[in-house]
T-cell receptor, first 110, second 114 residues
Framework: AQRVTQPEKLLSVFKGAPVELKCNYSYSGSPELFWYVQYSRQRLQLLLRHISRESIKGFTADLNKGETSFHLKKPFAQEEDSAMYYCALKGGGSQGNLIFGKGTKLSVKP | EAGVTQSPTHLIKTRGQQVTLRCSPISGHTSVYWYQQALGLGLQFLLWYDEGEERNRGNFPPRFSGRQFPNYSSELNVNALELEDSALYLC?????????????FGEGSWLTVV
């Protein structure tokens, strides 16, 4: 069964501190993994996806198939990073929809 | 370019009533997805339509149904509303099935059942 687990409901850090939002997944095939972000009063938007291997707003995420993880990292958090972050998995074929974790609320304090 | 648009933005219904939510995908997108975001439960997958056909369905009772029209817009219908159906209903769209296609979300329809 497909499943995405984000163990932390809330993560609070100070500005300039490193951030790591954890995501583990369960999927028998070869999934696509994504991070979506929802800033206050804005729609859910894509932050990054593993197949692009890109860095967006200083965030990176590496797919670790051995540990079935896709943790989101940023070396120096900014106050504007405060938001709700969702990890999502997309399977193939008839499982081509996104399955989301329950989300982690990141709070960056000044 | 217009994003995914949903209507209505807010509505209040009474338990037992029926509701229809509407979604217009981004121009050129053929896939539409519906999600329920209830307080404390995260984003729960409801339905996925592509090219007018239902491709996948989440773990919801049959009173949740929908359809996709030839112009790729979509409706979500919920019959016999229950209090726990109160939630934000999100619609999303993507270009085509397959890997590498970004799924874009609308702002949602807030449903309150009283």
């Amino acid at each position: 069964a497909q499943r995405v687990t984000q163990p932390e409901k809330l993560l609070s850090v100070f500005k300039g501190a490193p951030v790591e939002l954890k995501c583990n997944y369960s999927y028998s095939g070869s999934p696509e993994l994504f991070w979506y972000v929802q800033y206050s009063r804005q729609r859910l938007q894509l932050l990054l996806r593993h197949i692009s291997r890109e860095s967006i707003k200083g965030f990176t995420a590496d797919l670790n198939k051995g540990e079935t993880s896709f943790h989101l990292k940023k070396p120096f958090a900014q106050e504007e990073d405060s938001a709700m972050y969702y990890c999502a998995l997309k399977g193939g074929g008839s499982q081509g929809n996104l399955i989301f974790g329950k989300g982690t609320k990141l709070s960056v304090k000044p | 370019e217009a994003g995914v648009t949903q209507s209505p933005t807010h509505l209040i219904k009474t338990r037992g009533q029926q509701v229809t939510l509407r979604c217009s995908p981004i121009s050129g997108h053929t896939s539409v997805y519906w999600y329920q975001q209830a307080l404390g439960l995260g984003l729960q997958f409801l339905l996925w339509y592509d090219e007018g056909e239902e491709r996948n369905r989440g773990n919801f009772p049959p009173r949740f149904s929908g359809r996709q029209f030839p112009n790729y817009s979509s409706e979500l219908n919920v019959n016999a509303l229950e209090l726990e159906d109160s939630a934000l209903y999100l619609c999303a769209s993507s270009f085509i099935r397959g890997r590498g296609n970004t799924i874009y979300f609308g702002e949602g329809s807030w449903l309150t059942v009283v």
